[in-house]
């Protein structure tokens, strides 16, 4: 008997726990009525045996199910309806509501889509996430990837455990003939093995087989994509075709599809045997001929540090078998990381950063549209005590409240994916000059389902907001007569989501601000030349005597038009091209205290002339002249932080310099310290080599004068063309268009950051607006009472000003305070200031003052034309 | 809202709707007993559980069509819980609408030999 009766009150807890699937209302109406018939039919049931209870419970869960499903959907459309009816009566509200929600959750969206793309989603290769690059290094020297000799490939390759295909990769420029005219194409030379393991098929014709990578093969190209139809027009009958190359033909054998390149954007692809310096005999019998990088899959289950450890391994074993190749004050040792993290490393804090200020865009679009939503509930307060009074609950209330938000947030959503479509037309290019990964990104079902769930939360938001500051509304008590207390109660909240709009705005404003001071420091910076004037021209000759024809060059173009100086350098400041030898430097004899650690330091080929044309300092000794020929002896001009590495405190003229063991020259002179790799990177050992004394078929010519790049790229490519008919000429640009450029991606992440900052100031400004107004509006009835014991407006306004002030120290105090927590992961962002630099700090609190005040000015000025008779009257 | 629109309109009826307005046509009655005279009815074909039976109640309710009775039974028999339920005017009306359209689907299928003549 008792146990019959805990199962029936097991049944009873259990029916009243699935009664709560029901809507509030309905539940309150019939619990009563349906507990008893629930209590009834189970007798009834259990009478008839276990088959019987076991339908009976069946049809009470389905029928309860259906019934919630029913009942529920019936009160979404009435609140959808009612809601939708609210919106129609305040467009102003409606379309403000919708703006600011799509442009926040369409930025988030376009950031979330970003991130998915390049930093989220595995690389779009068969085996991206196991593919890794190696490395060798000496870091006695600071050498941290010196590349790969074929010995070394094949040591690799034969004697690794734990590797799975080995692929080798390098980059060369050739000259491509047979077309409308010569043209130079970036080309990457790779191992037959390269677009299998990648797991790329060609889009016409094929890829590389083993077959085109012997000692016999007949040269063969694979052409990319963008390749294919920038210089073929994307005709696909191009396969087949011949074209001459390094004085071979070549046949073309495929075409690559539309796929993010990697490790680099190049025009063709060619196997190994086909490349002139790789397949040399002597090039590759000589283990330290290192100019290959090579990359490499684990093989199933094997970690990086197991990897790490194979590779070690093999290392130990080439110090030890080859000492003469491996020196051991160079300290050479193997790393390896996962691709996917090197391609991505530049781009990471960019997308991090960006993605934090698309979600304070959000958490300020949800304050702003959750005030905006509270405000329009107080309008509507009398309405919604008749709503209350007439049975609706609380819960109803809210729920009708979310409905709207939800509406309004899924309203934004669709804008904010026109947005988020229309973003990707701006972030592809922005992106790609971070990350070839770039091309991968566009609106796909993750970004959609990304910006659904993201409206449906926002809805969420904006809805629940206001029920909380609406919490101590005396709805249900229906104090109709003191209609001035909801507002009164849900002022605190308004004013709560007003200073979190603020916190926000100054958050993004310090982003902004850093991001734009850093633009500025690096834009004024001094990098150690100066760019005006000067006019930079990649030329590429394979002529042997290519020594008179850049003579020749020099003294043709120095008579042109408009031009006062030329000169010939083997790459220029900030050029992302050009040859840039790395050497590990030793001097001859220091002059005191201990031997310098040998060092590296990038070599350059210049003519004289090259240092005064592009504006460097020459400090001590002597430019290069025509006397500095092969018959002389080398000497070296080095800029002053190789000088002062290796010579401090004295001068660096007459001591000598090796290049390698063979390679000496004399210091002759000493040049001023050129940012050449970036303006944020800070200047390296450089010493510069005589144009006369080196062999650089490829330079750049430099051109100081009075003429555009554009006015002179004809008549320099009309003497090129003409000293010889294969050579190319190629970018010919201004170097303060170089320089220009090469803070594109910093003037880009500042450009976003401004963006969002910008909309984070505009939203802000009409919350503080807004507020203000309804404050006005809900007081006028106190502010008459006031005005008619004497109060002037100047004083009404100034106790409202009071209360403006307070909320704006609070928000700004918050804001600022979190900002300086954020100074570490805004660190990567920001160079040459502090990440908590306070004229930036200072600047965006004093915007944010000025924003905020004159916004709520503009409402209190009402008060000044209130004629308090007239408001005491009405109200 | 629903007195306003014509019978016609909530036609055809769903045959758990039609039941609960045919167990009411003989007077008014509670849930439980709803739900048992249409299964007895029925011969236990339609059986209403307390959410299905509730969620027709509210609608009929809400439409006019039943109304909630305040004659209660004798207070030994009663349980205060239970509300009794009856058919309105338009109630009946609604059901014998039902009662003709389903007669008229009848006949068709006579007419088109669907079904055999109609016993005595």
Redesign the interface.
């Known amino acids: 008997m008792a146990r019959q009766r805990e199962a029936e009150d097991i049944s009873n807890r259990l029916f009243a726990a699935l009664l709560r699937l029901l809507p509030e209302e309905f539940r309150d109406r019939f619990r009563g009525e349906m507990q008893s018939v629930f209590a009834d039919q189970r007798q009834d049931a259990q009478q008839s045996g276990r088959a019987a209870q076991a339908r009976f419970w069946w049809e009470t869960i389905r029928g309860l199910f259906a019934t919630a499903v029913r009942e529920h959907t019936e009160i979404l459309v009435q609140d959808a309806d009612y809601a939708l009816r609210m919106m129609r009566k305040d467009l102003s509200f409606t379309f403000i509501a919708i703006l600011v929600l799509g442009l926040a959750i369409g930025a988030a969206t376009a950031a979330f889509s970003a991130a998915d793309a390049i930093l989220i989603r595995p690389l779009p290769f068969a085996e991206g996430n196991r593919l890794v690059q190696l490395k060798q290094l000496e870091p006695a020297v600071g050498v941290d990837n010196m590349g790969f000799s074929v010995k070394e490939i094949e040591d690799y390759r034969s004697r690794s455990r734990t590797l799975g295909s080995v692929v080798e990769y390098h980059n060369m420029m050739f000259t491509l003939l047979g077309g409308r005219e010569p043209e130079r194409v970036d080309t990457a030379v790779v191992s037959a093995n390269f677009f299998r393991v990648l797991g790329v098929s060609a889009l016409h014709g094929r890829t590389f087989m083993d077959e085109d990578d012997g000692p016999n093969a007949k040269p063969v190209l694979v052409l990319s994509y963008e390749f294919w139809q920038k210089s073929f027009g994307g005709d696909p009958n191009v396969v087949g075709r011949s074209y001459s190359m390094n004085d071979k033909e070549h046949v073309v054998v495929g075409v690559l599809p539309p796929i993010p390149q990697f490790p680099g954007v190049v025009d063709v692809y060619m196997p190994t045997s086909a490349c002139p310096t790789r397949s040399g005999a002597s090039f590759r019998e000589n283990r330290t001929s290192r100019m290959m990088t090579v990359f490499a899959t684990l093989k199933p289950g094997v970690t990086l540090p197991e990897a790490e450890d194979d590779l070690r391994g093999i290392a130990k074993h080439l110090r030890s078998a080859y000492p003469e190749s491996y020196p051991a004050a160079k300290g050479y040792d193997i790393a390896i990381l996962p691709v996917h993290e090197q391609l991505t490393s530049k781009i990471r804090p960019v997308l991090i950063g960006l993605g934090a200020a698309a979600f304070l865009l959000l958490l300020l679009a949800c304050f702003n549209v959750a005030g905006l939503m509270l405000s329009r509930i107080l309008s509507r307060s009398k309405e919604l005590m008749v709503r209350a009074a007439l049975g609706a609950s609380h819960g109803r209330i809210v729920r009708s409240f979310l409905t709207e938000g939800m509406l309004l947030a899924c309203a934004g959503g669709v804008l904010a994916l026109v947005l988020a479509f229309w973003s990707v037309d701006v972030l592809v290019p922005f992106s790609a000059r971070f990350t070839t990964l770039a091309s991968e990104l566009r609106i796909g079902p993750q970004a959609i389902a990304f910006c659904f769930v993201l409206s449906i939360l926002c809805g969420f938001v904006i809805g629940f907001m206001p029920a909380i500051g609406m919490r101590q509304m005396p709805l249900f008590t229906a104090q109709m007569e003191n209609m001035s207390s909801p507002a009164r109660m849900s002022s605190r909240t308004r004013g709560i989501l007003v200073a979190g709009q603020l916190a926000v705005s100054v958050i993004l404003l310090v982003g902004a601000g850093l991001t734009l001071r850093t633009l500025f420091q690096l834009e004024h910076m001094d990098a150690g030349f100066r760019p005006s004037g000067v006019t930079t021209a990649r030329i590429y000759t394979h002529n042997d005597s290519f020594q008179s024809i850049y003579h020749s060059l020099m003294e043709r173009t120095r008579r042109l038009d408009g031009v006062e100086s030329v000169a010939l350098s083997s790459t220029f400041p900030l050029s992302e091209r050009g040859d840039e030898y790395e050497y590990a430097l030793t001097t001859d004899k220091p002059s005191s205290g201990d031997q310098p650690k040998p060092r590296t330091a990038a070599g350059r080929a210049v003519t004289p002339g090259y240092f005064s044309i592009i504006g460097m300092h020459l400090l001590a000794g002597r430019d290069f002249n025509e006397g500095d020929t092969q018959q002389e002896p080398r000497v070296s001009i080095v800029n002053e932080h190789l000088a002062s590495h290796y010579w401090p405190g004295q001068s660096a003229i007459g001591k000598k310099i090796r290049f390698s063991p063979s390679e000496e020259a004399t210091i002759v002179g000493v040049v001023g310290n050129v940012r050449h790799r970036g303006l944020d990177q800070e200047p390296i050992d450089e010493a510069y080599c005589a144009f006369a004394q080196t062999n650089n078929y490829f330079m750049d010519l430099i051109v100081r004068g009075t003429r555009s790049a554009h006015e002179l790229a004809p008549e320099v490519a009309w003497i090129v063309h003409d000293l010889d008919r294969d050579a190319v000429i190629t970018d010919v640009e201004a170097l303060t268009d170089v320089r220009k450029d090469s803070l594109a991606p910093r003037r880009n992440t500042a450009l976003l950051f401004s963006i969002f900052a910008g909309l984070a100031l505009a939203i802000t400004a009409s919350g503080i607006s807004g507020l203000m107004t309804l404050e006005v509006s809900e007081r006028k009835h106190e502010i008459g009472i006031r005005m008619a014991l004497g109060a002037t407006p100047r004083r009404v306004m100034g106790s409202m000003m009071t209360r403006v002030t307070a909320i704006i120290v609070a928000g700004l105090g918050c804001g600022a305070a979190v900002a300086w927590l954020m100074s570490a992961p805004m660190a990567k962002l920001v160079y040459g200031i502090l990440p908590r630099d306070s004229v930036t700090f200072a600047v965006s609190a004093v915007l944010l003052v000025v924003v905020a005040m004159a916004s709520s000015f503009l409402p209190l000025t009402r008060i000044a034309k209130l004629d308090p008779t007239v408001l005491l009257r009405t109200e | 809202m629903g007195k306003k629109k014509p019978i016609e309109s909530f036609l055809p009826l769903t045959p758990a709707v039609f039941h609960v307005l045919l167990s009411l046509a003989d007077g008014e009655k509670?849930?439980?007993v709803i739900?048992?005279e249409i299964a007895r009815r029925t011969n236990n074909e339609v059986?209403?559980?307390?959410?299905?039976?509730?969620?027709i109640?509210?609608r009929l309710l809400e439409d006019g069509f039943i109304e909630e009775s305040e004659d209660r039974p004798d207070f030994s028999l009663d349980?205060?819980?239970?509300?009794y339920y009856r058919l309105t005017k338009q109630g009946t009306a609604l059901a014998e609408a039902e009662a003709e359209r389903m007669e008229r689907v009848l006949a068709m299928a006579r007419a088109k030999r669907v079904l055999g003549p109609e016993s005595a």
């Open positions: 509670h849930g439980y739900s048992k059986r209403l559980s307390a959410g299905t039976l509730y969620g109640i509210k349980d205060e819980r239970r509300r």
